[in-house]
């Protein structure tokens, strides 16, 4: 069996362990803490990167750092990762769904502005398969509006627009590292926070809502309770893998970019008929290769193909189911009509197995498996 997705070892991160084991710092905030944030500041030129345990944790910090009470509201994409929104609903604040663009899984920028009201706290961005949303329409809108702009960059780390890196357009952004995305930690992630006014408070809510931090750094003689938090900190055995895979980066991404051109010119000739259809990168956009993904003609077709794929030895999966018909998400009640372009993407995106150990023979399987079954059908 063809798995969708298969962690990846780039060389170093078992020897990063064992160094960790060896200085005798186990829990959070060491030596590989440090480097992979400082990393992760000087790619992406960002105020500070905080490591967290998920691209979810770090969204909850947002949620905290923003004070975010019942009655705020916060917009967000409907065909997203649940927790683009639990992290804010977790605080009461309503969530406000934004459909998908008509030819393309992102936030639909124009329809967003009639989403703002006087209650509207922050937008968030989502970057679906490391296509980076419209970041300068998005900032001129927010800033206009006294909104907070955030980027749920979970799967875009290394992609840009305009030369500019996924990460550093919003007021804060998160990364994921769990195993799915194209730099991994097993579990992992990150907040970026780009205003300076939030990072010292950023360590406190990480810290538990203690001053830890500062104390260790012997900026106060004691430590105690001083603010909101929870328990946001990765410990170093992750941070260890983490920055064996951020050292490998290039050589990461030149193999997902292998993969992602393979398939793309392996289905040039089922484009030309019309259907599925490939990805369509909007303009001005270098994406991260994060996955690869085709849009069947309806949820049946889609279904169809699974199994058949199945069948022939291949996992492949389909992807959010939109969040404004999910069981919780009409809770919220924009109206009983599902926002369309989102659930055409829930209903008929459907991802191939990518990781970045997927041989040719393999690829080459599923590209011949599923131009079978277009032509069959
Ligand atoms: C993966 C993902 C998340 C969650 O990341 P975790 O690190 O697993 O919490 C959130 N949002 C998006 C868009 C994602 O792709």
Same mark, same amino acid.
């Not at 006294?146 to 500019?164: N, P, R």
């Not at 408070?201 to 309770?225: P, V």
């Not at 290039?250 to 259809?277: C, N, V």
């Not at 492949?316 to 009983?336: I, R, T």
């Given at each position: ?144 509006? %006294?909104?907070? &702009? @955030? ?5 875009? /780390? =290394? ?7 996924? +990460? #550093? ?18 579990? %992992?992630?990150? &907040? @970026? ?5 939030? /990072? =010292? ?7 538990? +809502? #203690? ?21 946001? &900190? ?144």
């Amino acid at each position: 069996m063809i798995p969708f997705n298969k962690p990846y070892v780039s060389g170093s991160e078992l020897a990063n362990i064992r160094q960790a084991v060896e200085y005798g710092w186990l829990a959070g905030n060491g030596r590989f803490t440090k480097a992979c944030e400082g990393f992760l500041e000087e790619r992406y030129g960002v105020a500070r990167a905080m490591l967290t345990h998920s691209a979810t944790a770090a969204l909850e910090m947002m949620a905290i750092l923003l004070d975010l009470k019942a009655g705020d509201e916060v917009i967000v994409p409907s065909f997203t990762f649940i927790t683009t929104a639990n992290a804010f609903a977790l605080l009461g604040a309503k969530i406000v769904f934004a459909d998908s663009l008509p030819g393309h899984p992102n936030m639909d920028t124009e329809g967003v502005e009639e989403l703002i009201t006087p209650r509207t706290r922050a937008l968030v961005a989502m970057h679906y398969a490391g296509d980076i949303c419209d970041m300068p329409a998005l900032e001129c809108l927010c800033r206009e509006r %006294g909104i907070v &702009l @955030l980027e749920d960059a979970a799967m875009a /780390i =290394e992609s840009s627009l305009e030369g500019q890196k996924a +990460g #550093s357009f919003g007021d804060m952004a998160v990364f994921s590292f769990h195993e799915t995305k194209n730099i991994i930690s097993g579990e %992992g992630g990150a &907040l @970026l926070i780009n205003r300076e006014k939030w /990072i =010292e408070r950023a360590e406190i809510i990480r810290e538990k +809502g #203690s001053n830890r931090a500062a104390f260790f750094r012997g900026e106060c003689d004691k430590y105690s309770w001083v603010d909101l938090g929870s328990s946001f &900190l990765p410990s170093e055995l992750q941070a260890a893998y983490l920055f064996a895979q951020l050292e490998a980066m290039d050589e990461i991404q030149a193999m997902r970019k292998a993969i992602w051109t393979r398939y793309h010119e392996g289905f040039s000739g089922l484009a030309a008929k019309g259907y599925p259809e490939r990805p369509v990168s909007l303009p001005g956009r270098e994406i991260n290769y994060h996955s690869y993904y085709l849009i069947c003609r309806s949820l049946e077709e889609r279904s169809r193909l699974i199994s058949f794929l199945h069948e022939h030895g291949i996992q492949a999966v389909f992807h959010y189911q939109s969040l404004d018909q999910s069981p919780f998400g009409v809770k919220f009640g924009q109206g009983a009509a599902p926002l369309p372009h989102a659930a055409r993407y829930s209903d008929r995106l459907l991802r191939l197995p990518f990781y970045n150990a997927l041989s040719r023979e393999e690829q080459d399987h599923v590209i011949a498996s599923v131009c079978a079954f277009y032509d069959e059908a």
